[in-house]
Every structure is written in C-alpha cells, then in structure tokens.
C-alpha cells in the first residue's frame, strides 16, 4: 500500500498518463516519485513538476548534492606497478584542475556492492573506469544518472559514443616480434593474457603479423594463453620449453608474465639470455629490478591514465571528447634478457 504522502488526489492523473506526458516509461516515473537518484537531470525535473501539479507531494530525495571536487576513478584491483602508475597519472591532472580522486574496486563478485550504484548514489559527475568494460545496461545507468565516462584500456568493445584511452598494443606486439626476428630467431614462442581481452588479441595479433612480414610460418604450438598472472605463464612456458622443437625466444605479454617464463626458464635449467630471450610488455618498475633485466615493449600506462582523466575533466565541463579512441605510443626497450638466437 503507498504511503500518505505518496497518494494522489482523487481524479488526478495516473502514473501512466502522467508517463506518456513526459514522454517516459512508467517505472522513470516510479523512480523520480520514490526519490531514486538514477534518472537525468533534466527528465527528473520534468516529471517532478507533473506529478506535484497532479496531487503527488513527496519529499525532496535524500541525496547529497553533486559535489564539484571529486573525479572517480572505477578499477579491478589496486595491486602491482600497472595500478600505481595509472592512478598516479589520474591523480596529477585531476589534482592540477582542483579536484580529488574517489577510488572505486568493481570487483565483479555477486555478493560485493555495484559500482554503478555506488556512484549513483553519491551523485559523481564523471569516473575513469580503468580495465573496466561496462555492460551496455550499466551505460544506460550512467547516462540516466548524467555521469561523464571514459574508458582506459576496455577488455572488450566498449558502447558506441564512449571515450576510450589505450596503447598502440598491435604496433608493439608487431615490434617485439619483429627485434626477436632481427636476432636470428625464428621459433618464437608467444603467452597471451585472457583471449578475450582486446589489448591481448591486438598483441597476438601483431606478433602474427611480423612473423607474416619475414616470411615465417606460425607455428600453432608455440602460441599459448594464459591469464596475466606469473604462475599461468610459468605453467605455459614451462609447456613451450618442454616441446620436441622448443622456442629459443618467447614473448610475453606482459611484464608480470615475463616473470613466470623467467621462473620456467630456471626450473630447467636455462640461462637468459644465451639459451632463452625473453621480452615482456609494460615496462614496470620491475623489469629493470630483476636479473637479467628485461626486454619489454613500454606502455605508457601514467600518461595513458593522465589523457583519460584530461578527457573526462574536458566531457564533465560540457565539451566533447576530440576523438572517441586515443592511441598512445608504445616503444621497444632493449636490455639484457634478449640476444642472438641461440645455435641448435
């Protein structure tokens, strides 16, 4: 039963008809009459005006104000260098425009809290959602809610009229292949992270493309995928080392899966980079620290984080995005985990 002061005069207008009024669905105009903060501006102010001049008195909804000062930044997880230098970069341009940073973990769990709602309810004007892809309802959310999104690095084809920030991640699969080719090597092993992630299929891609290029055959065996953790890449590669013909190179698509070719490579007995080079891809702090220190294709993961929040801080004042998809450069960084191929 509705309470009091959600009841309506006798004769007045049903919500029907006050919905096509508006030209909106009834359960729009449930939300704005039970004061729910996901509908727009714009339509909430509209359909609030019909319904108090049909009888409908209800109280202001119980929200905070949109609060200028804050920019949220939406992530999987916050650990390792990936995390750290992405959200430095968020930090020191939303910080230069007088802002702060609201961290937000969608951890994709059933039992944890949604962060579109929480984002909804504390009323955020805009979010970087950083290897975060959203579902075409969550958009539909946002948008109703009138919250600026980007994208930074989506795992997979984000909604048409979003704003996406990544790396060039095909040239620097291509790159990283094609340096391995100009070594002597021909059978190069490569470890994917998840297949479904678009910056991993782009890096496959590119390495495919170079071998193409040289006039190599891709061999099927040596192309593996993992899951971004060292432990799935130590399992592939120890699985690449144990063929009959094994790879004198591998290329890792990651840095932290580097580590685990690293680890496979010492478990039988390998040096690097006289029996195995091996490049990575990220260029974390981490691939200076270990020994030898890697070979990686440098992803400019501060600057990538800094244009994304450029590009939201440019969507929340009111103007548009100057392209729907930026590319920022990768390049090749040569050290000591790579050399000649090897004579077998």
């Known amino acids: 039963m509705s309470t009091p002061a959600r009841r309506r005069r006798s004769g007045s207008p049903t919500l029907a008809a006050i919905a096509a009024e508006a030209g909106v669905a009834v359960p729009t105009v449930s939300k704005v009459l039970n004061g729910r903060s996901d509908v727009s501006e714009t339509t909430r102010s509209r359909v609030t005006e019909l319904l108090r001049s049909a009888g409908y008195p209800f109280p202001e909804p119980e929200t905070a104000p949109r609060t200028p000062g804050l920019v949220d930044l939406v992530v999987p997880g916050i650990e390792g260098s990936w995390a750290t230098s992405m959200l430095a970069g968020v930090e020191e341009i939303v910080s230069e425009s007088g802002r702060d940073v609201v961290l ?15 984002l909804i ?8 959602l950083a290897l975060v892809t959203p579902t075409a309802a969550e958009i539909r959310r946002l948008r109703a ?6 994208l930074l690095d989506p795992g997979a084809d984000p909604t048409p009229g979003i704003a996406t920030v ?9 790159s990283a292949t094609e340096f391995l080719l100009g070594l002597g090597h021909r ?27 040289a006039g190599e ?6 192309v593996r995928d993992a899951d971004w953790t060292r432990t799935g890449a130590f399992a ?5 080392l144990a063929l009959r013909r094994p790879p004198t190179a591998i290329f890792a698509c990651s840095d932290r899966m580097a580590l685990g070719v690293y680890e496979a490579a010492a478990a039988r007995g390998l040096s690097i980079p006289d029996d195995l080079s091996v490049v990575g891809f990220d260029d974390l702090p981490e691939a200076r620290w270990i020994t030898p220190a890697l070979t990686t294709v440098r992803q400019p993961v501060r600057e990538m984080g800094a244009t994304a929040a450029s590009v939201l801080l440019r969507l929340m004042a009111g103007q548009t ?13 040569e050290r000591a985990s790579t050399g000649p191929a090897p004579a077998r």
């Open 121 to 128: 309810a504390r009323r955020s004007r805009g979010a970087v």
């Open 236 to 240: 592939q590669a120890t699985r690449l």
């Open 104 to 118: 937000t973990v969608a951890h994709g769990r059933p039992d944890s809290p949604d962060w579109v709602d929480r």
């Open 217 to 222: 055959r891709i061999a099927p065996e040596l």
């Open 187 to 213: 059978r190069i092993g490569v470890i994917g992270g998840l297949s479904s992630h678009l910056y991993s299929q782009a890096r496959l891609d590119g390495y495919r493309s170079a071998l193409a290029a």
């Open 321 to 333: 995005a100057s392209s729907q998809r930026l590319e920022l450069s990768t390049v090749l960084v």
């Open 145 to 150: 809610a009138e919250i600026a999104v980007v």
């Open 166 to 174: 990544g790396a060039t991640n095909w040239a620097g699969g291509y």
